[in-house]
């Protein structure tokens, strides 16, 4: 094992080769302030939704992005779809820096970044036509009109398995699945290189969840798009992800390859959400050891000082409270299997074993 | 013994539209300190089939009967019901944040509870029994805590203190519609923990309805999957998920992303439930079921049993040897599908297939 501290304060961005990546966020940090009542708004604190996050996805490849509530996952795919303005670092699209620019400067990148919502029902304009809701990429960013916009919206109805003819219809005649593909055939419209998808698929029944997943993949196959895929279901994130990022409280605990992670996660908090995830085997579930994390996911007004996971997690030493671990790959994985933690899990540890009961 | 014995129950709703043919005779028993999983997409009738059973179904035509502990819950009136509810079975909803009122203290809904059922309680004795009820399903500092208003509580706290107003009257049964589902998956793991501890100590009953079989895998004893209004398949659970007979019941299975099968296809089920108000003639599973036979189409199978034991049953006119996941049970199914499928299930068969195919996205390119 290698001493966890010797190599902290270097190795924070992701060791990708440049080039090949769509996507590049370096050190990014994003605050909300949270203001006092009364007639001055006085900021009377910071929200530390994104903290120093680093992170790359390879052109064509899916980055799946795994976290709780709070996490800050949301904010950061705002961020990084330019909807929001970061406090500091700098995002990176298709080689050029995107970091707060101007409306103006930011259109023609919008048309390359497109997202797609958990909510299927309030995401569509319900007194609208699908057809004119579908068609609405083309008529702002004036790329067609009239009889010329109208094929290619029923071509893109098509292609997300949508029947053309109900190019009249209103989202409410429509099913939960058949509603999640309208929103994927107007973030398809314009032919974006990169789809940020927060939780496409978290409000649709099993059955239906499959065909959207398997819908998601034939799109990236054929038109080569890049996938920031945010979801809390880890088995969804493993079926789409080539790699993966698990955030807790603004921060990234671990990330990496999926295989890696999946197979030997490293930080306790990793672990823990492993164990936690519920699988539809019954000799599973009885075998699995699950780690009960005592306690909730702190504020992220006053995060926990040190490593933000370390009041909850069952290996946490002093050291943890006073210093914060650097994201670097741990001693015998992968160089781009990334941890912060001061005491990375071993093959074969059982944190279950080492749970303690947290004071309050 | 059999706490809770459902018989053929049916629920309808007249609409404007027509009627809504929410549960379509369904039977089942549950047992103390037993947990029965229900599973089924939205628009199933698994909520509404539990919330008829509490009289929280008001306009609703309701038949066959429902004895609880030897008292039919149908043929109560709406005083009698409340002395039930909440008393002797309690209900935990999915979203705890519309369960509780936003105005009043956590502890006084509690302390409320316990004095609506009971007038000799004096308020002082209610308090101190939400701290303790609180302090029992792990809230930290519950004496303080309880004083804190329901927006003063995480998500987990509240599904927590929702769970210690149901325990508040140490009912007999709980009913637990979709308790995790608005929960992380960290905290979903402390919930269920909870509840199955609170069962083991009280042995009390427990319906776990979801759409989530890792839930049902976890904690349930009996399942019931079910298909628009009935139940598909009943069984104990590692028969449901090793030895599946419905299709429906292998197609959810066969649906969820697993591990093993990462990044490669996932097999959907095609097409969507139908309509409650417009029901498919037959099985109602047939429009989207990859085994479809000339007899589906014209008759609705019946619960039977497929299993040696003769606790598992199915509502599929597949032969009762084809349960499983095995090669051996998809032969067998193959063979029955060349002989019982005629032109007309064939015709929707393919139907189905198109329907899949364009689903994918693989018609335009």
């Known amino acids: 094992m290698s001493d966890p501290l010797a190599s902290a304060g270097t190795a924070s961005t992701p060791a990708v080769a440049a080039g090949d990546e769509l996507v590049r966020v370096e050190n990014m940090v994003k605050h909300f302030p949270v203001r006092a009542g009364g007639l001055f708004r006085r900021s009377v604190g910071q929200v530390h939704a994104v903290d120093d996050v680093s992170l790359s996805i390879p052109r064509g490849q899916t980055l799946g992005l795994v976290g709780e509530t709070g996490s800050g996952k949301s904010t950061l795919a705002r961020c990084v779809a330019g909807l929001i303005p970061v406090t500091s670092g700098r995002v990176t699209f298709d080689g050029r820096d995107i970091t707060n620019l101007s409306r103006g400067a930011m259109r023609p990148i919008r048309r390359e970044v497109q997202m797609i919502f958990q909510d299927p029902y309030s995401s569509l304009n319900p007194r609208r036509r699908v057809g004119s809701i579908i068609g609405d990429p083309f008529a702002i960013h004036k790329t067609s009109t009239g009889g010329e916009r109208k094929r290619q919206v029923q071509d893109l109805m098509e292609r997300v398995g949508l029947n053309p003819e109900h190019y009249n219809r209103f989202p409410a005649e429509f099913s939960g699945g058949q509603r999640q593909r309208i929103g994927v055939a107007r973030a398809l419209a314009l032919r974006p290189k990169l789809i940020i998808c927060d939780e496409p698929v978290s409000a649709l029944d099993v059955s239906i969840q499959a065909q959207v997943l398997n819908l998601l993949a034939d799109l990236q196959r054929d038109f080569g798009l890049t996938y920031l895929f945010i979801a809390h279901d880890l088995e969804v994130v493993r079926h789409v992800s080539d790699s993966v990022a698990v955030m807790y409280l603004g921060r990234i605990g671990e990330s990496g390859p999926r295989d890696p992670v999946y197979r030997s996660p490293r930080h306790p908090y990793t672990v823990a959400l492993l164990s936690a995830a519920p699988a539809a085997d019954p000799d599973t579930a009885a075998a699995r050891q699950r780690i009960i994390l005592t306690g909730d996911v702190p504020s992220p007004i006053d995060p926990p000082s040190g490593c933000r996971f370390h009041p909850r997690c069952p290996k946490a030493e002093a050291v943890c409270g006073q210093q914060e671990p650097q994201l670097e790959a741990k001693a015998g994985d992968a160089a781009t299997h990334l941890t912060a933690c001061h005491f990375p899990v071993q093959a074969g540890e059982n944190l279950a074993a080492a749970g303690r009961s947290e004071p309050t | ?365």
């Open chain 2, 1 to 365: 013994m059999t706490l809770l014995e459902v018989k053929d129950l049916t629920v309808s709703f007249p609409t404007s539209d027509g009627v809504v043919r929410a549960v379509r005779g369904v039977s089942f028993g549950v047992e103390a300190g037993r947990t029965l999983g229900i599973v089924g997409e939205s628009g199933s009738g698994k909520t509404v089939l539990t919330q008829t059973l509490l009289g929280l179904t008001p306009g609703a035509e309701v038949g066959g009967q429902a004895l609880f502990d030897g008292t039919d819950l149908l043929q109560l009136n709406e005083a009698q019901m409340r002395d039930v509810r909440g008393a002797r079975i309690a209900v935990i909803f999915q979203d705890p944040l519309t369960s509780l009122h936003p105005l009043y203290k956590v502890g006084w809904q509690i302390a409320e509870m316990v004095r609506a059922h009971d007038k000799s309680v004096t308020k002082q004795q209610a308090h101190t029994r939400a701290v303790e009820l609180l302090g029992r399903v792990g809230i930290p500092r519950p004496d303080r805590r309880v004083d804190d208003y329901p927006h003063q509580f995480s998500g987990g706290m509240r599904q927590r203190a929702m769970i210690a107003m149901a325990l508040s009257l140490s009912p007999q049964m709980i009913i637990a519609d979709e308790p995790t589902t608005a929960l992380d998956a960290t905290v979903q793991a402390q919930i269920i923990d909870l509840l199955l501890r609170l069962q083991r100590e009280s042995n009390t009953a427990l319906i776990m309805i979801t759409h989530d079989l890792g839930v049902v895998a976890d904690i349930a004893d009996e399942v019931m999957v079910m298909y628009a209004g009935r139940a598909a398949e009943k069984a104990p659970k590692r028969d449901v998920f090793y030895a599946p007979h419905h299709p429906y019941t292998k197609g959810l299975l066969e649906s969820i992303p697993s591990s093993s099968a990462a990044g490669g296809r996932l097999k959907p089920i095609p097409g969507s439930p139908p309509s409650l108000i417009n029901l498919p003639s037959g099985c109602k599973f047939h429009p989207r079921c990859g085994y479809v036979l000339d007899r589906c189409l014209a008759e609705e199978p019946m619960l039977r049993p497929v299993g040696q034991d003769g606790f598992h049953s199915s509502a599929c006119w597949l032969p009762l040897q084809a349960a499983g996941l095995s090669e051996q049970a998809e032969k067998l199914r193959a063979e029955t599908v060349r002989e019982g499928r005629g032109e007309a299930a064939a015709e929707v068969y393919e139907a189905e297939i198109a329907e899949a195919l364009g689903s994918e996205g693989s018609v335009a390119g």
